[in-house]
T-cell receptor
């Protein structure tokens, strides 16, 4: 069973700060998902990555397969980035995603 | 841009009643999922569905739950006899090629069991 842990659980930062959210998982996975959950509850997929690094606008996701660790970075953070960020990973060979508990990010203007 | 839709957005029901939650996945996707999020808790996998059958299910997905793709577009989750602890947000998702592909989530159905 894959255990997925995130840190920190809560993060408050000033607008403009560089943000890092970490995710560790316990078993080998085929790909890791980063998701954003808006205050209203909706979930949006940000990244799905199996190696290296991906960038989309101000968001960067990295993964180290050997260390079973991924990070999500936000550059030049903005209040609209305030949301819960969730990482999720499957086990090899099955379709079941295990979710982390999420990191609640609050960006203060 | 294609999106996953879910109906209703909010369902209130009495304990013991049957509910059906409906989802319309993205039209060319082949893999479909239901997830649950109890208020204040993390998202939990319920079931995955591919090629008209369940491919994986969690321990939560007991005999009270069933899924169906009754036609080419809808994907439904049925809870036969709801319990208070079934109150949660239920999300449907779809992907083109399985769990190693990006998943697109619907907006969710909030189920309240009284």
């Amino acid at each position: 069973k894959n255990e997925v842990e995130q840190s920190p659980q809560n993060l408050t930062a000033q607008e403009g700060e560089f943000i890092t959210i970490n995710c560790s998982y316990s078993v080998g996975i085929s790909a890791l998902h980063w998701l954003q959950q808006h205050p209203g509850g909706g979930i949006v997929s940000l990244f799905m990555l199996s190696s290296g690094k991906k960038k989309h606008g101000r968001l960067i996701a990295t993964i180290n397969i050997q260390e079973k660790h991924s990070s999500l970075h936000i550059t030049a953070s903005h209040p609209r980035d305030s949301a819960v960020y969730i990482c999720a990973g499957p086990n090899f060979g099955n379709e079941k995603l295990t979710f982390g508990t999420g990191t609640r990010l609050t960006i203060i203007p | 841009e294609p999106e996953v839709t879910q109906t209703p957005s909010h369902q209130v029901t009495q304990m013991g009643q049957e509910v059906i939650l409906r989802c319309v996945p993205i039209s060319n996707h082949l893999y479909f999922y239901w997830y649950r999020q109890i208020l204040g808790q993390k998202v939990e996998f319920l079931v995955s569905f591919y090629n008209n059958e369940i491919s994986e299910k969690s321990e939560i997905f007991d005999d009270q739950f069933s899924v169906e793709r009754p036609d080419g577009s809808n994907f439904t989750l049925k809870i036969r006899s709801t319990k208070l602890e079934d109150s949660a947000m239920y999300f449907c998702a779809s992907s083109g090629s399985g769990v190693s592909d990006e998943q697109f989530f619907g907006p969710g159905t909030r189920l309240t069991v009284l």
